[in-house]
């Protein structure tokens, strides 16, 4: 069954993230650096924009008083993977998992709107990504950091643009760092920031699973008893894109800066006194 061109412009704009592997951020970032073992940044693999690639599950609620407003959520699990590649990121599985909602409308597409969600992060020794270890083989490993979407919508291009910010404390140590080897569980502030793109497909059985029946709890078609096909209101997507950090110092350090750049004419001051 083909879902309606209403609902195929909807998932060119709700999913996660990307069709195209390499798509670069909305918006530049400085560099930042990985170590998928958590062994400090001696190890770690400076990147600008990290690919990812994987599964979701969207789910539309038209308004009952709003012609064309909808509500949506999106459940889905994700690998990070190099950039420019298909291949998994270092010697541990970095994947995700993650929950985003909004709204939007089907008649202005810019009304898209990402309002809140979580993003998890995991590190694996297992590369068992798309299995149905732990959900999708995306959960199953250590938990090293989650992060809570608070905005995101539609850019130029139909590119997505989803910001998420690092939730206090959960973040472990040794695993992900500023452009100058700087433990982000040091910074004030971590924001992550996703390019998004994406497509629909036909689940397999394991999708239908792991991510439609089991992460989403979806009651409907393929959890039921009978097949899953894909409707305007609940389709499957398959997407890949990319991700960046940064991070942001802590307000003591940029209180000290900010004291030390005032200094700066004060000095000057007494040396052209001393001069003259």
Not at 130 to 144: E, H
Request: charged residues 10%; proline residues 5%.
């Amino acid at each position: 069954m083909n879902i309606n061109p209403f609902a195929k412009h909807l998932a060119q704009l709700t999913c996660a993230l990307g069709l195209a592997f390499g798509i670069q951020s909305a918006h530049a970032a400085p560099d930042w650096q990985i170590n998928p073992e958590g062994l400090g940044a001696g190890g770690a693999t400076t990147v600008s924009a990290a690919n990812v690639g994987g599964v979701g599950f969207v789910q539309v609620v038209p308004s009952p008083t709003n012609p064309g407003a909808f509500t949506f959520i999106e459940h889905g699990a994700y690998q990070l993977l190099q950039t420019g590649s298909t291949n998994p990121f270092g010697t541990r599985d970095i994947t995700v998992t993650y929950e985003v909602s909004g709204s939007g409308n089907w008649f202005n597409p810019g009304a898209l709107h990402f309002s809140s969600g979580s993003i998890k992060l995991f590190s694996d020794i297992n590369f068992d990504f798309g299995s149905a270890n732990g959900t999708y083989g995306a959960d199953n490993g250590k938990a090293i950091g989650s992060f809570s979407v608070f905005d995101g919508g539609l850019l130029n291009g139909g590119l997505v643009n989803v910001q998420a910010q690092l939730d206090a404390g959960s973040l472990l140590p040794g695993y992900l760092f500023d452009a100058d080897g700087n433990d982000m569980t040091k910074a004030g502030k971590v924001l992550l920031q996703l390019g998004i793109y994406n497509q629909t497909t036909n689940p397999d059985a394991l999708l239908v699973s792991e991510i439609i029946c089991g992460m989403a709890g979806y009651g409907g078609a393929g959890c039921d008893g009978t097949a899953f096909i894909n409707s305007p209101q609940a389709y499957a997507v398959s997407d890949g894109g990319s991700v960046t950090l940064s991070a942001v110092p802590e307000p003591a350090s940029i209180a000290l800066l900010g004291i030390a750049l005032g200094a700066i004419p004060v000095s000057t001051r007494r040396r052209s006194k001393k001069a003259a």
